[in-house]
C-alpha cells in the first residue's frame, strides 16, 4: 500500500488514498515561484495557479480576461518552487470550450510542469472534454459551485445549490464529473450540508472553497488567506492566517494546520 508521507512528492492516485485514509488536503494558490516555494515548504499538498490570478495579480474585476499563455507562464514559474505539493493549473475560460483546445491547453501546461488541470462546469460539452482529457491520461480537477467563469450567466458571485432542485442538480453534476473522469472536485459557495452529501457520495477528494468544513479539503486563494487588499470584496468564506502569524510561511502553516484539525472553515466562514 502506498501511504502518502511529508517527504514524498504527492501524486494524483494519493489524493483517493488520502480520502480514504481520511487525511485532509490542503490547497492554496500560487502564481510565483517565491511564494510556491514557501506554500511547499509550509505543507501545502496541492498548489493551484487559479485564473483568480486574473483578480489578484492582474487587477481585472473578473477570471474572463485570463489566457492560456499567462496560465502556462505563472505553471512554468511555479513549478519551480515545489518539491513536494501537486500542481494544479486552471483551465482558462473558453480555453476548454471543445476537445481538442482542451487538449492544446492542457498539454502546455503539464509541459510547464503542472500534474493536473482544473476546469470549471458540468455541461455536456464539459463532460466531454473531461472525458477526452481523462482518456489521453491528462488527469483533471473538476469546479462545481459558483463557477467565476460563469459570472455573466450568474449575474453576480453567488452562493449555488441552495433550492432543492439546485442542490438535486449540483450532486447529479458532481457525480457526473467522477463518472467522466475527474480525479478530485473544487466545490465553490455551496451550503456546507450539500457539499457534506456530495463529499459522502463520492469517492474522489472534495475541495471545498465556501463549502463548509465536511469536504475532503479546502481551497483559498493565497492573496485572501494573506489578508492583502486586492480590492476586490472578501467573501464571507476567507480568513486572514496572517493575523497573529507574525510570517507568510507561518500563516499557511497556520492555514494547513486548521484545514487538517477541522477548526477551518467554521459557521462563520460558512454557508448554510
Ligand atoms: O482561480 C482560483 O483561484 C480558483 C480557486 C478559488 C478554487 O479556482
Known sequence: MSIQTDTKPWTVPALAQAKRDGR???????????????????????????????????????????????IEYHTRIVARGLNQALLVSDMPY??????????????????????????EGAGAHKLE???YLHEREIPVCAHLGLTPQSVLVFGGYKVQGR??????????DAKAVEAAGAQLIVLECVPSKLAEK??????????????????????????????LDTGHRKPKFVKNFLE???????????????????SFPDEAHSYA
Open 244 to 262: 497573529g502569524s507574525g510570517s507568510v510561511a507561518g500563516a499557511v502553516r497556520a492555514y494547513g494546520d486548521a484545514v487538517r484539525d477541522g
Open 129 to 131: 472534454v473531461i472525458r
Open 198 to 227: 456530495i463529499s459522502a457520495e463520492l469517492s474522489i477528494p472534495t475541495i471545498g472553497i465556501g463549502a463548509g468544513p465536511q469536504c475532503d479539503g479546502q481551497v483559498l486563494v493565497l492573496h485572501d488567506m494573506l489578508g
Open 24 to 70: 485532509k488536503l490542503v490547497m492554496l494558490t500560487a502564481y510565483d515561484y517565491s511564494f510556491a516555494r514557501i506554500a511547499d515548504a509550509s505543507g501545502v499538498d496541492i498548489v493551484l495557479i487559479g485564473d483568480s490570478l486574473g483578480n489578484v495579480v492582474q487587477g481585472h474585476d473578473s477570471t474572463l480576461p485570463v489566457s492560456v499563455a499567462d
Open 163 to 172: 433550492e432543492d432542485a439546485a442542490a438535486a442538480k449540483l450532486l447529479a
Open 94 to 119: 473558453q480555453s476548454d470550450a471543445t476537445p481538442e483546445r482542451a487538449l492544446d491547453a492542457a498539454i502546455r501546461f503539464l509541459q510547464a510542469g503542472a500534474e493536473m488541470v482544473k476546469l
